[in-house]
């Protein structure tokens, strides 16, 4: 294994175009077999969790599982309602909706309390994720007859139509962050390089990779189904990590050239190249893969799609930077001795690229950053320590909920028809669902205890009431000019066809992430279920709905955060400790991830749970995180935090295994890496910015956190905290260490004392 990257590397380098077209046919192979395949996408049961999962599993079993259901709403443009025009649109509504192969059924229309509006349910066919899919013909359907009536407001919303809104401005916001990210990433690149040629191979192997990673993601979905997150992950940390190790083997390929002088041929500076960045890049890709695999023990679909997108895109990132690398680089050295050679013929000076003399200096600017944890290491690590601790104070107030509906932006239309919606008919915000399963002989004992329940809660101003006594002159005129009535007059029980299962709805008017609607469901649970068909002998009782999902949701993640975090942890140290030999350089890399994470986390909760930052960032705060933030943090971020850890910490070794002393070699090491660590933060951290400017606020929180985490680690990090801390330990962080390592390898470039410059 050792040798694995200099052997594969010597192979690329003295066949590189078989190495190149190789490449190629496996993006190709890997798309193709995607595509063939295609995605195996996650269903409804998949999603399941904790007793709201149980509830629908059980009502999913008596074919009475929650159906996808759009709304169309009709409400007068100006003034009130006119009950002629309505009574028609919607019998127009009616009409057309049933014709539609994608609708199961349509319900009568039911007008508002308040006599302003008129509301036609309709019931999709299929399962429920599958209803952003089939609600395109409806929306088409809905917008023709609105054509067709002009003074009035026809417009649809509901779950299926909510979704397809989302998704569309999801893959619009995803095309402008890629838009901000790219010409960043570009202009980066140009600043390490000085040369569009060397800036573009990164760029062009990072984008092959994802390619490559998408159509592998396809293929996996058949033995682990996408919830849907798979290929934004693939995207997000494809174009991060395959830059990054793309970056690090061309900079080490660099210093090489430098070094070498023309001394050397092209094959022999990228086996070079390979003995050192080329083993680095293998190791920290292996430790990403490792952590991020800690995300399949959250039992959660989402997470092993994270983890699957990941990992996969990681591996193939690696495997880029192994082969075709190499013989990239063997052809763009090769071009460049031509035109070398060619412009000494003609009499001209070399390229400025060809006259940097010290590949090794950091430059000005991060050698000022670096000099006080050289100068004073105790006071630059005490401030920054408290630094980082004062930033993850906040953290010990955080406030999880699982992100709903109710939280999406009102940019989507269907969002702003579903507020109107919401106000005219309160009960049709959120239902709780109460499923009992039972014996037959019990059906008609369980009916009466769900309409006790049911009675128990109309009392309960938590709960929206749908009695037909409630029913205002306005509303019953209107009813009467329509022909329809306003809601059924008793409780909404549902009951399958062997009568053993049947499902109460009780809706409530708070959102589902709301306090009231919490307490609701509390009351239901604890209280009126017992008190009632809860009484019941022989039965089996579970409640599901928007705020149920939600909790138990929530609940769920609590539960398994620290045993995914305590594995992270463990296989953290025990990955650097295998790589370096060295205990104390593992356990100070877990704490200075913990550090930078926890940073971030508290950052977060400062900027995203209050509203003072609303304006700036451009999002309505829910007063709380989204429950998946802070273990998709703590797992990405202490994957590729790792490829940071693994390349200084290499350069440092590697320092002393040719004599250097600890304390000496640390600066050396630092010094040397500081340039392309920073270079490849600021590529991450343009990638996840890029995400503050989406629409949806956890993925605005996702990428807030990723690039302030990503941005503590390169700068306080990595040039505050570590050399401070490696400073002041010398030779304490290496134990057992004995002096320079047998052999040594292959010949790395010359250390240059880097420690003048410091000084």
Known sequence: MRNFPVTTARWSAHHPWRAIIGWIVFVVLCLGAGIALGSNQATTRDFRVGEAGRAETIAEQAGLQREPTDHILITARQGPLAASSARAAAADIVAAMRRLPEVNRVGAPVASRDGTALRVPVVLNGPELEGKKNVVPLLAQTEQIAAAYPGLRIEETGSPAISKGVNDQRDDDLALSEKITLPVTVITLLGVFGSIVMAAVPLVLALSSIAAALGLSMVASHLLPDAGVGTNMILLVGLAVGVDYT????????????????????????????????????????????????????????FSSLATGTILVVAVAVASSLTVLPALLVKLGRRAERRTAKRAGHGRPRLPADRRTDAHEPGRLLGRLLRPAQRHPVGTLVASVLLMLGLATPALSINLID?????????????????????????????????????????????????????????????????????????????????????????????????????????????????????????????????????????????????????????????????????????????????????????????????????????????????????????????????????????????????????????????????????????????????????????????????VFLHLTEMKQMGFCLALAVLLDAFVIRLLILPAALRLLGERAWPGRRGPAAGGGAHPATVVPFAETVR
């Open 247 to 302: 970056l690090f083997y061309l900079k080490r390929e660099r210093d090489e050239r430098a070094h070498a002088g023309g001394r050397l041929s092209g094959e022999a500076l990228v086996e070079l190249a390979a003995a050192t960045a080329g083993r680095t890049i293998v190791t920290s890709g292996l430790a990403v893969i490792v952590s991020t695999a800690t995300l399949y023990l959250a039992s959660d679909v989402i």
């Open 403 to 691: 992100p709903g509906r109710d939280t999406f932006s009102r940019d989507i239309p269907a969002m702003q028809s579903y507020d109107r919606l919401t106000a005219a008919y309160p009960e049709v915000l959120v239902k709780h669902e109460v499923v009992v399963r039972s014996s037959a002989k019990q059906a008609a004992q369980v009916r009466q205890g769900l309409i006790d329940l049911a009675g128990r809660s109309q009392s309960d101003p938590l709960f929206a009431s749908t009695a037909a006594s409630n029913t205002t002159n306005a509303d019953t005129a209107l009813a009467t000019a329509t022909g329809v009535t306003d809601r059924p007059a008793e409780p909404i029980i549902r009951i399958s066809a062997d009568r053993r299962t049947a499902v109460l709805e009780l809706a409530v008017p708070h959102p589902a992430q709301d306090a009231k609607a919490v307490a609701s469901l509390r009351h239901l649970r604890e209280n009126y279920i017992p008190a009632t068909v809860g009484k019941i002998g022989g039965t089996e009782i579970a409640v599901s709905g928007d705020v149920a999902r939600g909790q138990d949701y929530v609940q769920h993640e609590s539960g398994t955060l620290p045993l995914v975090i305590g594995a992270l942890l463990l296989l953290t140290f025990l990955m650097t400790l295998l790589v370096y030999r060295s205990w104390v350089i593992a356990l100070l890399g877990v704490l200075l991830n913990l550090l930078s994470a926890g940073a971030a986390l508290g950052a977060l909760v400062v900027v995203f749970q209050g509203t003072w930052a609303e304006g700036l960032l451009g999002f309505e705060s829910l007063g709380a995180i989204a429950s998946r933030v802070p273990l998709f943090l703590f797992v990405i971020l202490f994957g590729l935090s790792m490829d940071y850890q693994f390349f200084v910490i290499s350069r440092i070794k590697e320092a002393m295994d040719h004599g250097m002393p600890a304390r000496q070699a640390a600066v050396e090491g630092i010094g040397r890496s500081a340039q392309v660590v920073t270079s490849a933060a600021v590529v991450m951290v343009t990638v996840f910015a890029a995400f």
